[in-house]
């Protein structure tokens, strides 16, 4: 815990100074966008960039992760929430204060019982696919704030029913951040800016744009009438209160499930970002020191009026391209947007004009990036199995629900790893002549016994291939009838799990009955540990246990 | 299809037609305990032991499988409608064959879309576990069933509320049944029978107990009044009617969550018991058949008046060892219960005075036998993880319902491999001294190069070890600043997917950022294929590949 702060260095405080501006500079818009995609009001979003910021810089082990409000989470809070209680009502915010914190203790356990490779459990072309299926489904109801109507009108009412002038404000936005977010760092390059420099002002560009829109719209032209607005953001810091979220207790058990889907996602989010950056970074990642910084963050959340949050890819990587040195920087953020919420309540009340259809225009732009189709392209000449998970992951998002789209996702990529490994590599094997050395008899001109089958198993034997591995088995003895040992080489088999003590137990009865023995050979020491515990094995095992495959070989060689 | 029809031999005939006869005997009280179980008539149980066991006698491909209503199924039946109808009433009744026509075109699909693998999803442990908490469930509620009450009855009033002269019957039968199902075939054994006859006869048993007992209520004695018993079994078969069927097909969408898994568990119950008798009969079974086999089954029952079916174990294992020699003795079986339905309804009028709770007593001795205590004890021992899962899956079923528990045992499952695959196993390995033999260089006195560190990765590479293989290579390179190139040894490796494929361009790029080359050598076949089509490998690998490890050692002791 802040183990940063003990070495920290008296250099790195200009790059975290800047960093920590820069950042608090793009919290701001995000922050109140993404609130509103979690329908919340917009200072909620910023509630929830500070103290969870704090939480995650005491006990992240990240060193440039930027901790707040992020746009797949922000949607699933949305969409678990939106049938027990109306978007923005009192009840609603406690619902995603509960929300958070139910997610943010499942973090916490997760991380206290070690459950850190549980990042493991996604595939990228299953992550892509459920990134970019939450990312089309942001787009299409923020096309219809774009239009100036609600994010619930259905995209094929929006036409009719478009508002004139926040299409053309919207759009327009859109096509300024579209373009400069393609173009800008590389034009800001040739004008003679550093490749930092020029990452970070296109970075800003979005702050600019709102800036000017909500600068026309205070204006008060004629035209701008009818633009929906943020409306107003209350100042002051907000209240901590654990007593009105423990009240409501009751809808515990219906938020379980929804939680427990938004934990794995935060965690898989900001997994993604903290390696990225980690690897350029060359610092370490615990995965499991993770779980608890992005849970106490999430409980800061909902202690402090905020909802889930999780670690930014896009605001992490320019608090790294910025010069952040240390989570210093992620805390100056915090403290910037805290005394912006200080100010006199006057002088955020120009924050009330930012316009809703340009705000809806940052959030399609931020999404649009969030669909990766090289990753599409790649996975579908590579590998077929890998791109079709990733478009059933996608439809299950759009078509099933967000919560739904996760659970497809996650079988899947198991599904394929299942379906990968349930055919066992295995080599029948025999000896080089005049040497210790045994090779596959596909491969090598190897002398064998007649008397016995030696066979290598390449994999541990666990319950996705016992199957294959006793029907392999039957196979090979089928045209052997001469056979009466059966050697199992084990040297590449690193675990056998309960079922595969099993299928072995019960392949050495059916042999035994078959007037044949089962020898095992080269168990590496953690297995045999195990075997020797088991009373199947040792007792009925109707064979030796040999060493090498050679002393087998010469054990058998005088067998019968 | 009917394969075994063309080679029938003359000499099967006798032990085809015996077996078919004392199933049949077997199919009676089974059929009509778990319809009873599904919350049907027991009749249905009737026509579901008919037609189903024709058209998997067509389709699949087990010798000697009885299909026909089964403990598992049966309840998760009535527990996924018993929200959605009263059961018993005729639109519960259509409810029970829509899920049954559901749950067969789920594994007809699945059998053409050869998803056979499927069975390799659920672990020993896990299955166990769901096995044991489903056996529970349905004791607790059979318990109820026994003291002459309604299976609803909570288990705590059923001591205040219990019928006397029900429980006298009921736990009678059970203690009959119960030591007659530990005892009786070797008692008959030492009375001189053969193992077969004794197993036969004391599988017959709970024939003789229902007999009895119906013949006391038939008695008329006064103090069996008030026992409940089965009630009016109608004559004749069943309707063929599909158009009902498609009339509620507005339930379908509720129907295809709970079908899905009831397919699963068909599946997985249904080839434990097709294996294990044909390891034991020497026979192949094929998945993909399989499935096809009990998906026409189960929509034969949804056509017939049923519910979902699947292989019985207990009464396969009857079938086998009363000398089945083909499916003619499940045909022969289901014409001896169609010929029962046919006979004149006073015939049958003596089968409505069967005695519910003997027939509770029945069901609560078949599935005792279901919970696997040596199980149990041997995943303790052998492994925790195997046990934990065990458990928690038990523990799903019971507090949080058969259909989680299934999706629980699945993830469980699926964690635990993993869990264990998540760190594949890596060495760096040297050459030995004048030979083209590469081994670890821990356990052998090896030469290795000064500027190359060569790794042997023993696994795949896909999502669930990247993580793991980019941090041990990062950790290698750490006290290694003199290397500039690593030589990834792919021997091993069988398969490389989407996300194994980018965790080696993102490697190859860090590397390249440090200075190093990525090298591969000794690249399978068919890994190469799939490397070669993508061109993240072939256009940005830094480094070369090689066909051996020994040549690229030469061609590296020459590099700089």
């Known amino acids: 815990m802040l183990h940063w702060l003990k070495n920290y260095q008296r250099t790195w405080l200009a790059g975290d100074i800047g960093s920590g501006v820069v950042v608090a500079l793009m919290m701001i818009p995000q922050g109140m966008a993404y609130a509103l995609l979690a329908g919340l009001p917009p200072v909620a979003g910023l509630y929830a960039s500070i103290l969870p910021a704090f939480a995650y810089a005491l006990f992240g082990s990240s060193m440039v992760q930027s901790v707040g409000p992020m746009a797949i989470t922000s949607l699933m809070t949305g969409t678990a929430l939106a049938s027990m209680a109306v978007a923005g009502s009192s009840i609603y915010i406690l619902l995603t204060a509960e929300l958070a914190f139910l997610a943010g203790v499942i973090l916490i356990v997760s991380g206290i019982g070690r459950l850190g490779f549980l990042a493991n459990f996604l595939s990228r072309p299953v992550m892509s696919g459920f990134t970019s299926g939450v990312a089309l489904l942001i787009i299409g109801s923020q096309c219809a704030v774009l239009a100036g109507l609600s994010s619930k009108v259905a995209l094929w009412e929006i036409v009719p029913r478009a508002h004139g002038p926040s299409v053309l404000m919207g759009l327009l936005s859109l096509l300024v951040l579209w373009m400069s977010q393609r173009w800008s760092a590389g034009l800001l390059g040739k004008l003679g800016l550093s490749l930092a420099a020029a990452t970070i002002l296109s970075r800003l560009i979005p702050v600019f744009v709102l800036l000017l829109n909500t600068l026309i719209m205070l204006s008060g032209a004629a035209w701008t009438v009818g633009i929906p607005v943020i409306g107003h953001v209350p100042s002051g810091l907000p209240d901590l209160d654990a007593g009105a979220l423990l009240a409501l207790k009751a809808n515990f058990s219906s938020l379980v499930m929804p939680a427990a889907l938004i934990a794995f996602i935060i965690f898989m989010s900001s997994q993604s970002a903290a390696l990225t950056l980690a690897q350029k970074r060359k610092e370490h990642i615990d995965a499991n020191r993770e779980l608890l910084g992005l849970g106490v963050a999430n409980v800061a959340a909902a202690l402090s009026g905020g909802f889930p949050v999780t670690g930014s890819i896009s605001r992490s990587a320019v608090n790294h391209v910025a010069g952040a040195n240390s989570p210093l920087a992620t805390l100056i953020s915090a403290g910037l947007l805290a005394t912006l919420l200080l100010l006199p309540g006057t002088w955020l009340a120009p924050l009330a004009s930012i316009p809703l259809p340009v705000m809806a225009a940052m959030i399609i732009t931020a999404v649009i990036g969030m669909i990766d189709l090289a990753l599409i392209q790649v996975a579908w000449r590579y590998d077929r199995a890998d791109a079709f998970a990733l478009f059933a992951t996608a439809a299950g998002v759009l078509f099933l629900g967000v919560e739904r789209g996760v659970v497809i996702g996650v079988v899947l990529s198991l599904s394929i790893l299942i379906g990968r490994t349930s055919r066992p590599h295995m080599a029948v094997i025999g000896r080089l002549p005049g040497t ?125």
Chains 1, 2 share one sequence.
Not at 487 to 502: E, H, K
Not at 512 to 531: A, F, I, N, T, Y
């Open 436 to 560: 210790e050395h045994f090779r596959n008899v596909d491969r090598h001109a190897v002398e064998t016994l007649a008397n016995t089958l030696m066979l290598r198993v390449d994999a541990g034997i666990f319950f996705g291939n016992t199957a294959a591995l006793i029907s392999h088995i039957d196979q090979q003895l089928q045209n052997r009838s001469e056979v009466r040992h059966l050697v199992l080489v084990m040297s590449a088999v690193n675990f056998i799990d309960t079922s595969g003590l099993y299928a072995l137990t019960e392949l050495n009865a059916s042999l035994s009955e078959r007037g044949m023995q089962l020898h095992l050979c080269e168990v590496k020491g953690p297995v045999m540990d195990r075997l020797q515990g088991s009373p199947l094995i040792k007792q009925a095992l109707t064979g030796k246990i040999f060493l090498s495959a050679g002393q087998a070989y010469t054990f058998l060689s005088n067998a019968t």
